[in-house]
């Protein structure tokens, strides 16, 4: 999670919602993302899907069956949908979501047994520090 | 719906989960993906997530709040996500995804309240066409 947080800092200096994700697999980073959304002008560019692209690009596979997915806040429903398509093992979050979160707050579409895969889910994790700096972010730039 | 079909046709073509989707503003196309999943090893490339892509780059913007999205089949979490995330402001779609749909029939991700957007749906549109293609490739390449 120390180096989730590091690219939710990175997002933090480009002016972007400060929400960083890294991928791991057998003790190796295999994937990292910032949020970039603005900077990239795309929808996309949430901090777990370009981990998801760099993991899959590492991986040379769409699945990712064995991996730990490091996010410093709750996943949103596109990027909740990602982890259940690539079959992400378990996901660690740090602060809820209560506007979009889709890990437990609005939906828990990581725990449904109509879909084809679940990840076991444990948040939490370095909450304050996640917290404290979506909060830092939304008084500095959002005034 | 000619359109996303021709890109599902595509994808046949590539032995993928034959899925077309183009993207329309202002009566011009600025989208179109078909599904590459394995061909490219990447969960991220559904029909839905490529055409959205290349809207981003088209409009330079994540926000494509006017465009019509038009897909064979309903869109799965990830990808209700990623319309709900770009604001699209209208979804038309061909078939039903009972396993994994998430514009009606496991969720309707595209009509929640909770969420700060909605996309008008419309379903049924070549209905049968966008079917037995799906059935087609099942037939024939998952024997």
Known sequence: MDMAL??????YESEEVP???VIVYDDRVIGRGANMRVTKGNVLAHAEIIAIDEACRSMGDWRLEDCTLFVTVEPCPMCSGAILQA???EVVFGTRNPKAGCAGSIYNLLDDDRFNHKAIVTEGIRQEECAEIMRSFFRNFRR
Chains 1, 2 share one sequence.
Do not use: P, T
Not at 6 to 11: G, T, V
């Open 19 to 21: 929400i960083g994700c």
């Open 6 to 11: 590091e690219q939710a800092r990175l997002a």
């Open 87 to 89: 079959r992400i093992k």
